[in-house]
């Protein structure tokens, strides 16, 4: 079931990464063209998320204040957040959407590339999908430590950056969780990436490069 909701999904881009090597003719660089194009697409709505998530951490002062003085009054509390929101021109679901638009994508796109062959059916990805690129042998299978290595330290970069961007309350419990999913996050990819196709962890590791050239231009927005 989840496969054939995905495949709706993947069978397009499956499309794009089959057109993207008969020009190519070379699976591990049609990967990377192929993870630039998707995550240029995606950027707009990505920067619109963090943009979202860094304007909440600049009104989390204020929140709290509101929090604190009407705390034994829901329904003022609720009108009082709401007056704010609107003062300040903020929607709190704003950051929400893009989050949900991007989320199907990502999925399409590990279901494509863990099983290419199942989405495209020109017999030529047949065998491209097991060519050698740089170090690895064989796309199709598993790198065991650099891809993955390198997809993990990606994802830790990235991830603290957004933190980053956002205003911490350490007597917030999510503001705990948040600190232990900034180590755990990047070691449970480290541990994917070594299991799954090494064209997975390829595509892995240059989207989040991208996410942190992404977060390095937004926070040079921010600060403007």
């Not at 959407?97 to 494509?112: K, N, T």
Request: charged residues 15%; positive net charge; glycine residues 4%.
């Amino acid at each position: 079931m989840y496969i054939t909701i995905m495949g709706y999904i993947a069978r397009p881009m499956g499309m794009l990464l089959n057109l993207l090597y008969e020009f190519i003719q070379n699976y591990g660089i049609t990967l990377i063209v192929f993870t630039i194009i998707i995550k240029l697409l995606l950027y707009p709505l990505y920067a619109h998320q963090i943009k979202s998530t860094a304007r909440m951490g600049d009104l989390q002062p204020k929140i709290k204040a509101i929090q604190n003085k009407f705390s034994h009054d829901k329904a003022m509390l609720n009108e009082k957040l709401s007056e704010l929101y609107k003062e300040e021109k903020y929607n709190p679901m704003s950051g929400c959407l893009p989050m949900l638009i991007q989320m199907p994508i990502i999925f399409g796109l590990f279901v494509l590339l863990r099983n290419p062959m199942t989405f495209i059916s020109n017999p030529d990805m047949m065998l491209a999908v097991h060519e050698t690129f740089l170090w690895i042998s064989d796309l199709s299978q598993p790198d065991a430590w650099i891809l993955p290595l390198g997809a993990g330290i990606t994802t830790y970069i990235s991830f603290s950056q957004t933190q980053s961007q956002t205003t911490v309350d350490p007597n917030n419990p999510m503001s705990s969780m948040t600190s232990i999913m900034k180590y755990f996050f990047p070691v449970m990819i480290v541990w994917m990436g070594r299991s799954f196709p090494a064209g997975l962890a390829l595509y892995w590791f240059v989207g989040t490069s991208m996410q942190i050239l992404f977060n390095m231009r937004l926070n040079k927005l921010r600060k403007k």
